[in-house]
């Protein structure tokens, strides 16, 4: 059974259009994020949820939107796509906002813009 | 702003050897320091966490030292075996603050 899953594992598409990457986790946690690894190999917040609560937006433009139907799901979706977009995206998730205790990730979603 | 930082890019060890990882922050408000690990077309694997009333947490063949004074935390792998080799990253989190990674640190560990 995968903790916490996101599909699609890879996504080519042209820019401007729309897309769509779904996560949903499995392990009762209360909190859910995104992470944006960029070309850089950097590992940056973008959005955390918890209790269907946006706690957090990292200076990410307005064509990023995170949704949570409940708390064990946290789609991100993608207006007007640009090709600085192209990178890896990880959801994880963690009983609790920082602490000791570590994030479960997904095993990332390759987002490529053409 | 990269509040955590592995200045290391790559690291290559015997096998059998000692790794030592390094990991520098800025942010004296960290409350909690953890390593990650990851292969290839996968997610991060949390590996070990130190709290920062702490100075050494060990787990097995991980142990992580944490020198709050110099804001600099290493990652001890002994004796290092092919398997650990990987991406390792640094991260930081407070009490109630999302965490914050560093750039990794590729560790090649040969047979």
């Known amino acids: 059974d995968t903790a916490v899953s996101q599909t699609p594992k890879y996504l080519v598409t042209q820019m401007g259009n729309d897309k769509s990457i779904k996560c949903e986790q499995n392990l009762g946690h209360d909190t859910m994020y995104w992470y944006k690894q960029d070309s850089k190999k950097f590992l940056k917040i973008m959005f955390s949820y918890n209790n269907k609560e946006l706690i957090i937006n990292e200076t990410v433009p307005n064509r990023f939107s995170p949704k949570s139907p409940d708390k064990a799901h946290l789609n991100l979706h993608i207006n007007s796509l640009e090709l600085g977009d192209s990178a890896v995206y990880f959801c994880?998730?963690?009983?609790?906002?920082?602490?000791?205790?570590?994030?479960?990730f997904g095993s990332g979603t390759r987002l490529t813009v053409v | 702003d990269q509040q955590v930082k592995q200045n290391s890019p790559s690291l290559s060890v015997q096998e059998g050897r000692i790794s030592i990882l390094n990991c520098d922050y800025t942010n004296s408000m960290f409350d909690y320091f953890l390593w990650y690990k990851k292969y290839p077309a996968e997610g991060p694997t949390f590996l070990i966490s130190?709290?920062?009333?702490?100075d050494k947490n060990e787990d097995g063949r991980f142990t992580v030292f944490l020198n709050k004074s110099a804001k600099h935390l290493s990652l001890h792998i002994v004796p290092s075996q092919p398997g650990d080799s990987a991406v390792y990253f640094c991260a930081a989190s407070g009490t109630n603050n999302d965490m914050r990674f560093g750039a990794g640190t590729r560790l090649t560990v040969k047979p």
């Open positions: 994880a998730s963690s009983q609790r906002r920082g602490g000791i205790y570590g994030y479960t």
């Open positions: 130190i709290s920062s009333i702490k």
